[in-house]
């Protein structure tokens, strides 16, 4: 895909998320996530949250294997494609494979999703039932329907406890076996997230793709420790969006008041046709300026059906204009919009401290903006006041479209 320089078309090339910023915090397929938020226009800024751990020894996995062969299973819960295939491998190493095949050919076995059914598919076994949801919240419903005293319900789990099946499943009297075949573990170099969180925190990302609950949390575990959990909530609840593959990953965001952008299927090609199209409802401004519609994006503008780059301290001075279009700002008020400035209290120098560096700042930036927009007359000096966008904030149509 051939990037995008100083001048783009929006449409074709450019994409629904051209000019827009999105984080990534998937570990496995992040590049597949990437590539198709890519080509729909975004910038994407890799910051991966979690790893996949593989048991170091495979002890649990093969005492949980041995536990499924000892005695017939009731019911199999087969969660994910790649989670299955990875413990018929495991098995095979042991010598195990075919007894292990055999014993869930005899099983009522419930696959969670389609690749679930083509991972059982694929070793000649089928599922009895699978959910059209996708969910484990149906799979469970499912089970529950029926006797389950003194059933065995083997669970394959995928990266992190099933408590919330696991328990009811033991609460109705079944033996449950679970599987653990691979585990989420945070990142041993969290920087790249570290330096997401922040650039949430200032508002220079636009949203935060999240494709399982652990990546969730290793990123509020990340910002916790950094003095920043509440203002990244905050960004996330005004402004930055944040999109989830499903309801499980969105969790522990909906608990603390996150609205979250989700498919209607648990899939990545679906949350990125999703995030297409709420992002641009959501970060996006419009506004009449002199005859013409100068449009808003994250770390963009688009003018003249032309998309331009932005430098994070320009778009500041945008926005800020933008927020009261044909009005005077005051170069006091732009000041305190620059970023770069302490997010939180401290000694960083403030306003008062160095007027003068930041009067010249705002001016550096506006002179920037300028160039960026590469059309004169867009943003008005007003003598002795500070400046304005060239628009009539009396006429029809002037403030945002």
Request: proline content about 6%.
């Amino acid at each position: 895909m051939r990037r995008c320089g100083r001048r783009c078309p929006v449409n074709g090339e450019g994409g629904p998320l051209a000019g827009f910023a999105v984080g990534v915090t998937a570990a496995r397929r992040r590049e597949e996530l990437a590539v198709l938020l890519e080509r729909r226009g975004a910038r994407v800024v890799h910051a991966p949250a979690i790893r996949l751990v593989p048991l170091a020894d495979d002890a649990e996995l093969l005492a949980a294997t041995r536990a499924c062969l000892e005695r017939p299973l009731d019911h199999a819960v087969v969660t994910t494609g790649i989670g299955f295939r990875a413990w018929l491998e495991a098995a095979d190493g042991w010598g195990l494979r075919e007894a292990l095949v055999s014993r869930l050919g005899g099983t009522d076995v419930v696959a969670r999703g389609p690749k679930a059914r083509g991972a059982l598919r694929s070793a000649g076994l089928t599922e009895r039932w699978s959910p059209e949801s996708e969910s484990c919240a149906e799979v469970l419903a499912h089970l529950l329907e029926k006797d389950l005293a003194g059933a065995r319900v083997a669970v394959q789990l995928y990266g992190e406890q099933l408590e919330d099946v696991s328990g009811p499943l033991r609460a109705a009297g079944a033996e449950v076996i679970e599987v653990p075949v691979y585990r989420w573990a945070r990142v041993e170099d969290a920087t790249p997230l570290r330096r997401l969180v922040g650039q949430a925190v200032a508002g220079t990302v636009d949203a935060i793709a999240f494709t399982s609950a652990p990546a969730v949390a290793a990123t509020l575990a990340v910002a916790a420790e950094d003095g920043l959990e509440e203002l990244l909530l905050e960004a996330l609840r005004d402004g930055v969006v944040a999109a989830c593959v499903g309801p499980v990953t969105a969790r522990a965001l909906t608990a603390r008041g996150v609205p979250t952008v989700q498919p209607e299927r648990a899939r990545i090609g679906a949350l990125v046709r999703a995030l297409a199209a709420d992002l641009p409802r959501r970060r996006a401004r419009r506004l009449q300026v002199r005859g013409t519609l100068l449009e808003l994006r994250g770390h963009a503008v688009v003018l003249d059906g032309q998309l331009r780059p932005i430098a994070p301290a320009p778009m500041a001075i945008l926005r800020a204009l933008a927020r009261r279009p044909g009005h005077v700002v005051s170069r006091a008020e732009l000041c305190g919009v620059l970023p770069g400035r302490p997010l939180l209290g401290g000694s960083g120098w403030g306003r008062e401290a160095r007027p003068q560096a930041d009067e010249h700042a705002v001016e550096m930036a506006v002179a920037r903006l300028r160039r960026g927009l590469g059309r004169s007359g867009i943003v008005e000096t007003v003598v002795k006041r500070g400046y304005r966008l060239a628009c009539d904030p009396r006429a029809p149509g002037a403030g945002f479209a």
